[in-house]
C-alpha cells in the first residue's frame, strides 16, 4: 500500500470522528442547561478548552458565550475542529482515495458534507441545533458502519480503525478532564449537582445506559472514570480503543516502535486508581495519556506516512 494512501486513510477516519464527537459535546452541553435548576448553568468555554484551540478563538471572539462557542465549534473554517472543517478535510482525503474505499461511502460522506454546510444556519440556531446535530452523529455513525460492512478488511482497513480509535481515545480523555473539573461553576451552588455533571459526561459519549447496564450503581465520580477509561466492552472507552488500534498495528508491518507506544499507554491505564485521584491528579494522568496517544500517532507517521514536505523557506 502506498504510504500517501495510508496516510489519508488516517486522517480520513481521524476527521469524522473528529466531527462526530464535536457534535456530541454540543449536544450534551446546550441539553444541560434542561437539567439544572434557574441561576445554575454550564459554561461554554470547557467546550473550547476541550478542543485546545483556546488562543485561536480568543483571536476571534471576544468572550465564551454561547452563540460565539456554537458558531466557533460548528461552523467556523479557521478551525481545523470545527465540523464544517473536519468534514470538510474528511471529503478531500476520500477523494483521493474514490478507488480505495466503497463508492457508496463517498456518495454517503459527500453528501454529509453537503448538508452540514447547507443546513448549518439552522444548526447555529437554538431552534435547529439538536436536529442538526443528531442528524450529524447518525450520518458519521453509518459511515462507520458502511466501511465495517463493505470494505475489504486489509491494511487498509487497519489504518482507517487506528485513525478513527486514536481520535475517539484522546476525545475521551479531553472530556474527562475537562468536563469533570469545569462544566459547572466552582462555586457552592454547584456541588449539589454533581450527579447531573457526571451524568453529561456519560452523555457526551452516548454512555449513559452501557454503565447502568454494567456497573449497576448510581452515577458517581470514581466509577464514571474507571468505565469511560478502563472498561473492556464499552467501545468509546480508552482501553476499549487502545486494545482494538492494537491488534490494527499487530497486521501491520514494521510495527515494533508503535507497539512499545501502545505497551506505556496500556501500563498506564492498568496502574492508575482512577477513583483515588484528585481533580489535580487526574489532570496529570490525563496529560500522561494524551502525551502517550501522541506519541503513538508520531511513531505512526513516522514509520508508515510520507515524510513532510520541505519548504524553502525551511531549507
Known amino acids: 500500500m502506498l504510504s500517501r494512501v495510508a496516510e489519508n486513510l488516517y486522517w480520513l477516519a481521524r476527521y469524522v470522528e473528529r466531527a462526530e464527537n464535536t457534535a456530541r459535546i454540543v449536544t450534551v452541553n446546550a441539553n444541560l442547561l434542561l437539567d439544572l435548576p434557574k441561576g445554575v448553568a454550564p459554561g461554554w468555554r470547557p467546550l473550547v478548552d476541550i478542543t485546545g484551540a483556546n488562543t485561536l478563538f480568543e483571536e476571534h471572539y471576544k468572550d465564551y458565550g454561547e452563540r460565539q462557542v456554537v458558531r466557533f465549534l460548528l461552523g467556523d473554517e479557521r478551525h481545523s475542529g470545527s465540523i464544517i472543517t473536519a468534514l470538510a478535510a474528511a471529503r478531500e482525503n476520500c477523494r483521493t482515495i474514490r478507488d480505495i474505499v466503497p463508492r457508496e461511502f463517498w456518495e454517503q460522506i459527500n453528501g454529509l458534507h453537503l448538508f452540514a454546510s447547507g443546513e448549518l444556519t439552522k444548526g447555529l440556531a437554538k431552534t435547529g441545533r439538536h436536529p442538526y446535530l443528531r442528524e450529524l452523529v447518525l450520518r458519521c455513525q453509518t459511515l462507520a458502519g ?18 478513527r480509535y486514536l481520535e475517539r481515545a484522546d476525545m475521551t480523555t479531553r472530556i474527562a478532564d475537562v468536563q469533570s473539573a469545569n462544566l459547572l461553576p466552582d462555586a457552592d451552588g454547584g456541588r449539589p449537582y454533581d450527579n447531573i455533571q457526571w451524568v453529561s459526561v456519560l452523555k457526551s459519549m452516548t454512555a449513559y445506559q452501557m454503565y447502568r447496564r454494567s456497573e449497576q450503581i448510581r452515577v458517581q465520580r470514581g466509577p464514571v472514570l474507571r468505565f469511560i477509561f478502563k472498561s473492556p466492552l464499552f467501545p468509546r472507552s480508552v482501553r476499549w480503543c487502545m486494545e482494538h488500534a492494537r491488534s490494527g498495528l499487530e497486521r501491520l508491518p514494521r510495527n515494533e516502535s508503535s507497539l512499545r507506544e501502545m505497551g506505556r499507554i496500556a501500563r498506564l491505564l492498568d496502574h492508575a486508581d482512577l477513583p483515588a485521584l484528585s481533580q489535580f491528579e487526574l489532570h496529570d494522568f490525563v496529560d500522561d495519556v494524551q502525551l502517550g496517544i501522541a506519541n503513538l500517532h508520531s511513531e505512526i507517521a513516522a514509520t508508515w506516512f510520507p515524510p513532510p514536505l520541505v519548504t524553502e523557506e525551511a531549507a
Not at 146 to 163: A, K, N, V, Y
Open 146 to 163: 458502511l466501511l465495517d460492512g463493505t470494505m475489504l478488511h486489509d491494511q487498509g482497513f487497519e489504518f482507517l480503525r487506528l485513525g
